[in-house]
């Protein structure tokens, strides 16, 4: 998961990657509120940290669901760090075709071309 965590990690903003680190390393419960990460990051303010965990909802990296009776929203990870890493590549290798193109299908087309048998053999297992 190291590498997978790391190269998720670098696709979020400096606070969302330290909560979700936090979050994917199991530091906290696979339920918590935002007190329990606030324990861990004592340095910040609570609405931070809370806008911080609806921000992570939002993008659905987080799931939040209201407590019973109170104001507080309980949060749980949506997935692993590669499942954040494919959906994330699927949205953006969409967002690179749509703004270039057929030049983008080439360019990916040529990066294919290139690939050792090693990471031709991945990529048709990840296929699969």
């Known amino acids: 998961m190291g590498d997978e965590l790391d190269r998720a990690v670098a696709l979020l903003g400096p606070l969302e990657g330290r909560v979700m680190?936090?979050?994917?390393?199991?530091?906290?419960d696979e339920e918590f509120v935002v007190r329990d990460v606030l324990r861990l990051m004592p340095e910040l303010a609570y609405t931070t940290v809370m806008t911080t965990l609806r921000r992570l909802a939002e993008?659905?990296?987080?799931?939040?669901?209201a407590q019973p009776g109170r104001k507080a929203h309980e949060y749980r990870v949506a997935g692993a760090p590669g499942e954040y890493l494919a959906?994330?590549?699927?949205?953006?290798?969409?967002?690179?075709?749509?703004?270039?193109?057929?030049?983008?299908?080439?360019?990916?087309?040529?990066?294919l071309a290139d690939l050792t048998p090693e990471q031709r053999r991945r990529l048709e297992d990840l296929a699969r």
């Open 21 to 28: 680190r936090a979050v994917w390393t199991g530091q906290v």
């Open 87 to 111: 959906t994330a590549s699927a949205r953006e290798a969409a967002d690179v075709v749509e703004r270039y193109g057929d030049a983008a299908l080439a360019a990916f087309a040529a990066r």
């Open 59 to 65: 993008k659905e990296l987080l799931t939040s669901r």
